[in-house]
Each structure stands twice: as C-alpha cells, then as structure tokens.
C-alpha cells in the first residue's frame, strides 16, 4: 500500500485518514521498510480498555514493531491534545524517525500549527458542565459560547462544545481568544512527509461494516461487558464507537443485531466527519485516493 512517491528514510511521516481505510497498515509498513516508530495520534486508541473497539495494532503488532502512545491510559482518566503533545515530544527525544498515524485531526493540528497553552480547567467545573449539558442540551450550552468560538467549532459535538463552554466560565477569555496566541508548532508541516488518505465512500462504507463484524467476533462485546459494571457515559473513553451502542444491548435495551447495526451506522457519521475536517483543514497535505 505504499504510495507512490519517495518518503525519505529519516524524515517524520504523518498519515491521517478516517476509520478503517488502512492507515495503520501503512504507517506499519513504512516503520517496517525504513525503520522507525509508530506513533499514535487516535484520542480513543490511548485508552487501555477498546484495544479491539478502537482497532488498536494487536498485541503480536506492537511487537513486531516501535510502538508509542497506544493503550496508556485508563478507563476513567483524562486525555488531552494537550497531554498527546507533551507525550509526543518525549518520543521524538528517543531519536527513532516517527511515523504519527491516526484518526484525530485536531492532534495533527496540535502537532503541525502549534497550541494554546489553556489554563487547566477544574474538576468541579466539569461537573458543573455536566450538569448543565443533561440540564439544558447541547445547542443551549452552544448558544451559551462567544460568537467567535461559535464560528469555529463544530457545534453538533458535545465533547467540543462542552470543552468550549468550560474553558470560557473558568478563563472568562473564549476558545477561539486563546487559541489566537498559539505557540510554535512541535513538527511543522513543512518537515514532515504528510500524507492524507481519501477513501471512496461506498468502499470505506464497506470496510467499516466488515471490520465491525470482525470485532464482535475478535471479542467486541466482552470487552463492552467489562466496562458495563461502571460505565459512565460522560467519560472521553466512552466515546469509543460502538462502546455505547453495545452497553445498550448489554443492559436489554436493543438486541445484538440492532446494537451492531446502530454501531456501523456511527462508524459510518464518524467517518464522514473526518473526512470533512480533512479535506478543510489538510489542504497541503498529500492526498492518498483510495482504494
């Protein structure tokens, strides 16, 4: 699957693209060619509870190759564009060439354009945000923003809005205001190999159906099983697709059929909003045109 162009051997290679269309296997085959490390830039492949929900690389994977960032962090922890960045900054003191491979834009982002060093936001105001979000609803918490983060996030995702709406009533500064005094960027694009895979929709519609019908055979619902015990939808690891839709039938709530069905369809909107955010915001990167 390596694209037809020279990738220097020494030089960092980022690829995104959206669920199910290959880039971990690229990235494996490049460290695998030229040598190097993977590294991870999925927000939900960090968590140690999905490693077959979130596709991450199989155990057998991880050995073959140079790992990082996959897999780190527990169920009920927090994990930010933020702690990513630090974390990929002490890979790239190891030395190893990094192949940065994921599904999350707004790391690329982080890693290539820089990030605002936003005060941290305390516990109790997450509560507060909780409380409002069940109260009120995602588009009153929207309408509670600054115009100008407003204009520039996605509105119909209630992880974004919700750490928008935090960060103005603990600052009283906007996202968007903060945002504007962005640091220097870790890895500017320029130096890097970046290289972005744009799917065909029906062929990517088709993968994701398959690959989800391979992890309920890989275990999929045994490992929604453990976390049903003390499962929080409010938590970032539980944003992993097809964790809520699985809980659901495991509380008798929907069959198994109707659960897997209600997952791919997810997979699916997923998919077509990384595409969105790639082809707006990764202009200069390299297309892939798949399959």
């Known amino acids: 699957m390596l694209p037809p162009l020279p990738i220097p051997p020494h030089r960092p290679v980022l690829i995104a693209g959206p669920t199910a269309s290959g880039k971990s296997a690229l990235a494996a085959e490049i460290v695998g060619r030229d040598g190097g490390?993977?590294?991870?830039a999925d927000a939900l492949q960090v968590y140690d509870c999905w490693r077959i929900l979130s596709a991450?690389?199989?155990?057998?994977?991880?050995?073959?190759?140079?790992?990082?960032?996959y897999g780190h962090v527990p169920r009920h922890?927090?994990?930010s564009a933020g702690h990513w960045l630090k974390e990929v900054e002490a890979v790239l003191r190891e030395g190893l060439r990094p192949v940065i491979v994921g599904g999350t834009g707004l790391y690329f982002s982080a890693l290539t354009n820089g990030l605002a060093d936003i005060p941290h936001t305390p516990p109790e105001m997450r509560h507060e945000a909780d409380a409002f979000l069940a109260r009120a609803g995602l588009s009153a918490m929207a309408a509670d923003l600054d115009p100008a983060t407003a204009g520039r996030i996605d509105l119909r995702n209630p992880a974004r809005v919700q750490r928008a709406w935090e960060v103005l009533r603990a600052t009283g500064r906007g996202l968007a205001d903060w945002q504007a005094a962005t640091g220097t960027p870790l890895l500017p694009l320029a130096e890097t190999v970046a290289l972005v895979l744009r799917p065909d929709r029906d062929w990517l519609a088709e993968r994701i159906d398959r690959r989800f019908d391979l992890m309920i055979?890989?275990?999929?619902?045994?490992?929604?099983?453990?976390?049903?015990?003390?499962?929080?939808?409010?938590l970032p690891s539980s944003?992993?697709?097809?964790?809520?839709e699985?809980?659901?039938?495991l509380k008798g709530e929907r069959t198994l059929d109707e659960a897997i069905a209600a997952a791919k369809l997810a997979s699916r909107q997923y998919a077509k909003r990384q595409r969105t955010w790639f082809r707006n915001r990764m202009r200069d990167w390299r297309e892939i045109r798949l399959p």
């Open 56 to 69: 991450r690389p199989s155990a057998a994977e991880e050995a073959a190759l140079p790992h990082r960032l």
């Open 239 to 244: 944003r992993a697709i097809g964790a809520p």
């Open 217 to 234: 055979g890989a275990g999929a619902l045994e490992e929604a099983r453990v976390a049903l015990a003390d499962w929080d939808p409010a």
């Open 77 to 79: 922890g927090t994990y």
């Open 37 to 40: 490390v993977v590294v991870n």
């Open 246 to 249: 699985l809980v659901a039938h």
